[in-house]
């Protein structure tokens, strides 16, 4: 169980992308290394469908992008966070920490019947 | 237009202003660049190019769905700008023939009538040329878009040898065996051969898994055994891959072979993209029949509207008769004869045809006498 892969919960990668995005510009690939180096091994990533996320982000004005050049000297895509996504970021963490802790306090609280 | 409904709040952003080849070949390059940066870094933890490439490819997911969501994204903003053009348009035309009506009987001229009347076919016929068939004007077609193919990653496939083993394992070989000859085109041919006869959807699977590894000598010569000698049940989607190829040469053969299901040249801008949007996720059968319907009920309106079908006027819906393979409709069980017969094709007069150009009516004759003979 403890090795077990997890499946990301609803709306987690859209913050994953954004905080990770706070370091700086990163293309694609950069951004699903950075998740996985900031601890998110558990949880189960399908690298590619961070693309689709990314491109319905930058719709949504909470990325901008643009073409440049990788580490390795490919052209590659690099998105940065615009003020709309900082906003977002700061909002959606502040929810996400709230419902994490209203779970957990649940999850915490002993049953009466065997307090 | 663009200000205008950035205003009204339809769009967060400006539209994109590149053209719809520019950004299939945009998300290919994106995701081509993850893929092979990740075969990279394992190559460089020791495994070999065809198992690095293989495991970044499963590591990457489902490579054609995901380039589809990324495209309908990115498109979507497009094809509907498309669409609202083509409303305001149809629009204005309705208001054109009205004037036209009302005036009727005060024209002294009926050529004056006449001219007014086929400019506005030439341009209803624009209109229709530059966007898809709407299924839900078709009988008897469900409205709504059938379930996307949802893969499927359990099970054993067939490597090149024939031997079942898990997909990993079939995709690394596959990759392996195209990559032994990548500039000989016939080796690639054969190779899609052998793909086009695995059994159930084995084949586009695998495909939409390898493509991005393909060469180009090979990508251009992928789809034949997807489309001829009857067809294959997933040739649309094995076409899409095509469609929105990054690579020009590759693109013109995929959008050539679709026009046997698209029933129009999906050369023009746009045309194709818009038309992939609206069909690919549909059985075979019922993008033939749908668009099959489509296009003798405009050439069949055509040519109820006039005693003489005026010469050159249907030519660019004629010349697809040149690319379309019947043999497809016989195998995927639907009648072309009978929609072409419904709609009076065969019932066109040589007197009907008299102004067309040779070829045109010699193109008219050959479905003709291919009706009667069913």
Request: net charge negative; proline share 5%.
């Given at each position: 169980m403890p090795n077990q892969e997890l499946d990301l919960p609803p709306g987690a990668l859209e913050l994953l992308v954004l905080k990770v995005l706070t370091r700086g510009p990163m293309h694609g690939y950069a951004i699903v290394r950075a998740i996985q180096e900031r601890g998110a091994e558990p949880l189960r990533i399908e690298e590619g469908t961070l693309y689709p996320a990314l491109h319905r982000m930058e719709r949504r004005d909470l990325l901008s992008s643009e073409w440049g050049v990788s580490e390795s000297n490919r052209r590659a895509k690099f998105y940065r966070l615009t003020p709309t996504g900082r906003a977002a970021l700061k909002e959606q963490e502040s929810a996400w920490r709230r419902v994490s802790e209203a779970v957990g306090r649940v999850l915490d609280t002993p049953n009466k019947k065997w307090a | 237009m663009s200000a205008l409904l950035e205003r009204l709040g339809l769009f967060a952003r400006a539209p994109d202003t590149r053209s719809l080849a520019e950004i299939a070949g945009d998300i290919d390059a994106e995701l081509a660049?993850?893929?092979?940066?990740?075969?990279?870094?394992?190559?460089?933890?020791?495994?070999?190019?065809?198992?690095a490439h293989a495991e970044a490819l499963r590591r990457f997911g489902d490579y054609g769905r995901i380039r589809r969501e990324c495209a309908r994204t990115q498109m979507g903003e497009r094809i509907m700008m498309q669409r609202v053009q083509v409303v305001l348009t149809a629009l204005l035309i309705v208001a054109v023939g009205v004037l036209l009506w009302s005036n009727h009987e005060a024209r002294a001229s009926m050529s004056a009538e006449r001219a007014a009347s086929m400019a506005m076919i030439a341009r209803i016929e624009e209109q229709l040329a530059s966007r898809s068939p709407q299924p839900e004007l078709l009988d008897g077609l469900p409205a709504v878009r059938g379930p996307a193919q949802v893969p499927d990653d359990s099970g054993e496939y067939l490597d090149p040898s024939g031997k079942s083993v898990d997909r990993t394992a079939a995709v690394t070989s596959w990759i392996s065996t195209f990559r032994q000859q990548s500039d000989n085109w016939r080796h690639g041919l054969k190779q899609a051969d052998r793909l086009a006869a695995l059994p159930g959807s084995q084949g586009v699977e695998i495909l939409s898994r390898i493509y991005p590894t393909l060469s180009t000598a090979h990508r251009e010569q992928?789809?034949?055994?997807?489309?001829?000698?009857g067809g294959h049940r997933d040739a649309v989607e094995v076409l899409a891959l095509g469609l929105l190829d990054g690579t020009n040469s590759v693109r013109e053969r995929a959008a050539l072979?679709?026009?046997?299901?698209?029933?129009?040249?999906?050369?023009?801008?746009g045309v194709a993209d818009t038309?992939?949007?609206?069909w690919r996720d549909r059985p075979v059968a019922e993008v033939l029949r749908a668009n099959a319907t489509a296009w003798a009920r405009e050439f069949g309106g055509v040519a109820a509207m006039y005693e003489q079908i005026p010469a050159g006027h249907p030519t660019r819906l004629l010349e697809i008769i040149d690319?379309?393979?019947?043999?497809?409709?016989?195998?995927?069980?639907?009648?072309l004869a009978a929609i072409l017969r419904e709609n009076g094709i065969d019932r066109l007069t040589s007197e009907q045809l008299r102004l067309l150009s040779p070829s045109d009516r010699e193109r008219v004759e050959i479905v003709q006498s291919w009706c009667r003979a069913k």
């Amino acid at each position: 169980m403890p090795n077990q892969e997890l499946d990301l919960p609803p709306g987690a990668l859209e913050l994953l992308v954004l905080k990770v995005l706070t370091r700086g510009p990163m293309h694609g690939y950069a951004i699903v290394r950075a998740i996985q180096e900031r601890g998110a091994e558990p949880l189960r990533i399908e690298e590619g469908t961070l693309y689709p996320a990314l491109h319905r982000m930058e719709r949504r004005d909470l990325l901008s992008s643009e073409w440049g050049v990788s580490e390795s000297n490919r052209r590659a895509k690099f998105y940065r966070l615009t003020p709309t996504g900082r906003a977002a970021l700061k909002e959606q963490e502040s929810a996400w920490r709230r419902v994490s802790e209203a779970v957990g306090r649940v999850l915490d609280t002993p049953n009466k019947k065997w307090a | 237009m663009s200000a205008l409904l950035e205003r009204l709040g339809l769009f967060a952003r400006a539209p994109d202003t590149r053209s719809l080849a520019e950004i299939a070949g945009d998300i290919d390059a994106e995701l081509a660049f993850h893929v092979e940066e990740t075969a990279r870094e394992l190559v460089a933890g020791g495994l070999v190019p065809e198992e690095a490439h293989a495991e970044a490819l499963r590591r990457f997911g489902d490579y054609g769905r995901i380039r589809r969501e990324c495209a309908r994204t990115q498109m979507g903003e497009r094809i509907m700008m498309q669409r609202v053009q083509v409303v305001l348009t149809a629009l204005l035309i309705v208001a054109v023939g009205v004037l036209l009506w009302s005036n009727h009987e005060a024209r002294a001229s009926m050529s004056a009538e006449r001219a007014a009347s086929m400019a506005m076919i030439a341009r209803i016929e624009e209109q229709l040329a530059s966007r898809s068939p709407q299924p839900e004007l078709l009988d008897g077609l469900p409205a709504v878009r059938g379930p996307a193919q949802v893969p499927d990653d359990s099970g054993e496939y067939l490597d090149p040898s024939g031997k079942s083993v898990d997909r990993t394992a079939a995709v690394t070989s596959w990759i392996s065996t195209f990559r032994q000859q990548s500039d000989n085109w016939r080796h690639g041919l054969k190779q899609a051969d052998r793909l086009a006869a695995l059994p159930g959807s084995q084949g586009v699977e695998i495909l939409s898994r390898i493509y991005p590894t393909l060469s180009t000598a090979h990508r251009e010569q992928i789809f034949k055994p997807f489309v001829f000698d009857g067809g294959h049940r997933d040739a649309v989607e094995v076409l899409a891959l095509g469609l929105l190829d990054g690579t020009n040469s590759v693109r013109e053969r995929a959008a050539l072979y679709l026009e046997t299901y698209a029933w129009k040249n999906l050369m023009y801008g746009g045309v194709a993209d818009t038309w992939l949007a609206e069909w690919r996720d549909r059985p075979v059968a019922e993008v033939l029949r749908a668009n099959a319907t489509a296009w003798a009920r405009e050439f069949g309106g055509v040519a109820a509207m006039y005693e003489q079908i005026p010469a050159g006027h249907p030519t660019r819906l004629l010349e697809i008769i040149d690319h379309v393979r019947p043999e497809v409709f016989a195998t995927a069980g639907v009648d072309l004869a009978a929609i072409l017969r419904e709609n009076g094709i065969d019932r066109l007069t040589s007197e009907q045809l008299r102004l067309l150009s040779p070829s045109d009516r010699e193109r008219v004759e050959i479905v003709q006498s291919w009706c009667r003979a069913k």
